[in-house]
C-alpha cells in the first residue's frame, strides 16, 4: 500500500518561478526522501529530511516537514527548464518487516520556458 | 546512473514464457531492491536483498523471484509471465538502506 501521496498531481509554470508540492504520508516515519524522475530515465535522490528536521535546502531545493500532520513540502525556487520532470517522495515501507521503500505517485512538473 | 546497470532493457515476451531480468552494481553496496512502476501506481517493491543469498518479499512479490549470488549482481525472475506483470523494472541499490541509487530501467511486455 502506498504510504505518500504527492500534490498536484501535475504542475505547469513559467520558467523562474517557484515550484511547491507536497506530500501527504500515513504513518509515523524516521525520514522522509524526495527522488525525481526524468522521462524514460531511473530515480534520482534529491534530498532526505529526517523526522527532527522540520526544513532542509540543498541548493534551490527546500524542503519541509510536519510530522504533526504528516506532510512534507518540495519546493523548488527559480525554476529552469531542466527541473521538468516527476517528483516522488519516498518513506521507508511498512508491510510486515521488509525493507524497501514506498513512493507516492509523483507530482509531474513542467517548466514552461 | 551510479554503477548501476540492468539488462534487457527492452524486452517483449508471449504470456507463460519465464523471464529473468539482471541488475549489475559496481559500487558493492549490500542492499539492492527491485521495483515496479506502472501508471497510477507510482514504484512498488517486489523484492530486495541484504546480501549474498540473503533476499526478502516486497508489497507485490507474487509471481516474482530472485536470487542474489554474488554481491554484484541481483536477478528477478518471472517463472511464468502474465500480461499483468507488464511494466518498467527499476533496480536500486544501497549502502546505507535510506538513499537509494536506482538503474535506467527494464521495459518490459507481455503479449
Known amino acids: 500500500s502506498q504510504q505518500g501521496e504527492e500534490d498536484p498531481q501535475a504542475l505547469s509554470i513559467q520558467e523562474g518561478e517557484n515550484a511547491t508540492m507536497n506530500c501527504s504520508y500515513k504513518t509515523s516515519i524516521n525520514n522522509l526522501q524526495w527522488y525525481r524522475q526524468n522521462s524514460g530515465r531511473g530515480l534520482v535522490h534529491l534530498i532526505l529530511i529526517r523526522s527532527n528536521e522540520r526544513e532542509k535546502h540543498s541548493g534551490r531545493l527546500r524542503v519541509t516537514l510536519d510530522t504533526s500532520k504528516k506532510s512534507s513540502s518540495l519546493l523548488i525556487t527559480a525554476s529552469r527548464a531542466a527541473d521538468t520532470a516527476s517528483y516522488f517522495c519516498?518513506?521507508?515501507?511498512?508491510?510486515?518487516?521488509?525493507?524497501?521503500?514506498?513512493f507516492g505517485k509523483g507530482t509531474h512538473l513542467i517548466i514552461q520556458p | 546512473d551510479a554503477g548501476i546497470t540492468q539488462s534487457p532493457r527492452h524486452k517483449v515476451t508471449e504470456t507463460g514464457t519465464p523471464v529473468t531480468l539482471r541488475c549489475h552494481q559496481t559500487?558493492?553496496?549490500?542492499?539492492m531492491y527491485w521495483y515496479r512502476q506502472d501508471p497510477g501506481h507510482g514504484l512498488r517493491l517486489i523484492h530486495y536483498?541484504?546480501?549474498?543469498?540473503?533476499?526478502d518479499k516486497g508489497e507485490v512479490s507474487d509471481g516474482y523471484s530472485v536470487s542474489r549470488s554474488k554481491t554484484e549482481d541481483f536477478l528477478l525472475t518471472l517463472e511464468s509471465a502474465t500480461s499483468s506483470q507488464t511494466s518498467v523494472y527499476f533496480c536500486?541499490?544501497?549502502?546505507?538502506?535510506?538513499?537509494?541509487?536506482f538503474g535506467p530501467g527494464t521495459r518490459l511486455t507481455v503479449l
Open positions: 536483498s541484504y546480501g549474498v543469498k540473503d533476499t
Open positions: 519516498a518513506t521507508k515501507y511498512s508491510g510486515g518487516g521488509a525493507d524497501g521503500l514506498t
Open positions: 536500486a541499490i544501497s549502502e546505507s538502506r535510506t538513499e537509494q541509487f
Open positions: 559500487e558493492n553496496h549490500r542492499y
